[in-house]
């Protein structure tokens, strides 16, 4: 499955982005998805992840309650809501799909097998 990432740009801090992923190749329902992101300087990490179906998501605690991420799969097409935006948010987000959980998601970006190259996310304070 190929995918592409867009709605990445430059925020003031309190703002809000929408960043967008889109996916083709394959059958998109068939993939659990998550948002990995790698600020400057610092490893890749892990930011949310959803289920095929959208009913179950999960969130690093940073972005909890700032952060919504959903899909529409009719659409082949995965979301992530950034709200009230932090200079610690800045860095290139990358989306990524994983085939191996039929009901579920993973917050360990090495069980991911297909990538986005990432679109870049800088808030300034």
């Known amino acids: 499955v190929q995918l592409v990432e867009s709605g990445g740009g430059l925020a003031q801090a309190g703002a809000s982005l929408r960043l967008s992923c889109t996916a083709s190749g394959r059958t998109f329902s068939n993939y659990a998805m998550g948002w990995f992101r790698q600020a400057p300087g610092k490893e890749r990490e892990f930011a949310a992840a959803i289920s095929r179906s959208g009913a179950k998501t999960s969130y690093t605690d940073s972005v909890k309650g ?3 991420i959903s899909r529409d799969n009719g659409k082949n097409t995965m979301y992530l809501q950034m709200n009230n935006l932090t200079p610690e948010d800045t860095a290139v987000y990358y ?9 579920g998601y993973s917050t360990n970006q090495d069980t991911y097998n297909y990538w986005g190259q990432g679109t870049q996310v800088i ?3």
Do not use: E
């Open 66 to 68: 700032r952060f919504t």
């Open 95 to 103: 989306c990524a799909a994983d085939w191996r959980f039929s009901d």
């Open 123 to 125: 808030v300034s304070s």
